[in-house]
């Protein structure tokens, strides 16, 4: 197989900035880049589509809480394309109950323009308890999801709400696949990491110290260091 592309998809309301202390440590042969189709696209399927429909050959998805969502359903939709996932901070389950509600709540709050006091109550639960003392950190990452707006955290909370389940399909996957998480991860629990790698056969599984659900942000140095041992394989094929 030809050397793949690294796509690197975001999670909910999130840009390239959330990848920011990545992008100068991964390996240039492997042509990284930061995939948008989650701006574009209302339904975590149609996300799935433009990345392959944007992305030629085949594709190496590093994918953060919804963008892993969304490099599963690739990998679901075209597993011949796919050369090796890593999923970071997940969840291969789609929506229970009773997050939906919740979401369908801020829904209706931001739809009358309340982001900021929706999020800034609950943004620090998105960190290890640690990280949430650092101001800069936490505003860092509130000021990527309020530059996305209402609409954008409508239209993606909706798509998550009606996500596939994608443990239906995982036991296929042939791929290299890692699995990260922060170990006191609040929004995507370990449990639901643990859970991808049980599915999935010779699936890496690796757990960030002292981390929550912003790997990338959190611990970005042994993110980098995970993440470049294992996209080793890639650059020597």
């Known amino acids: 197989m030809p050397t793949p592309t690294l796509v690197l998809l975001p999670g909910l309301a999130c840009d390239e900035r959330l990848w920011l202390a990545q992008m100068p440590a991964l390996p240039a042969a492997l042509n990284p880049r930061v995939s948008d189709a989650h701006m574009r696209h209302g339904r975590i399927e149609d996300m799935a589509a433009a990345v392959l429909r944007e992305q030629g050959g085949p594709l190496l998805l590093c994918g953060a809480s919804m963008g892993g969502m ?3 359903e690739v990998a679901r939709q075209a597993p011949e394309r796919i050369a090796g996932l890593a999923l970071l901070g997940t969840n291969a389950q789609p929506e229970s109950p009773e997050t939906y509600q919740l979401r369908a709540d801020a829904i ?3 739809e009358r323009g309340e982001v900021r006091e929706v999020l800034e109550p609950n943004i620090a639960f998105a960190f290890h308890p640690k990280q949430a003392q650092d101001e800069a950190l936490v505003q860092r990452y509130l000021q990527i999801i309020l530059d996305a707006g209402a609409q954008q ?3 993606q909370n909706r798509a998550l709400m009606q996500r596939p389940d994608a ?5 296929q996957l042939r791929c290299p696949v890692l699995v990260m998480c922060g170990e006191k991860d609040l929004l995507t629990p370990p449990a639901c990491s643990r859970e991808i790698a049980a599915l999935v056969p010779g699936a890496v599984l690796r757990w960030v ?3 929550g659900h912003m790997l990338t942000m959190e611990k970005p140095r042994f993110v980098n260091a995970v993440l470049g041992d294992w996209l080793v394989q890639f650059v020597a094929r």
């Open 167 to 171: 443990r239906i399909h995982l036991p």
């Open 108 to 110: 209706a709050l931001f």
């Open 153 to 155: 955290l409508i239209a």
């Open 209 to 211: 110290p002292e981390c």
């Open 70 to 72: 969304v490099a599963m």
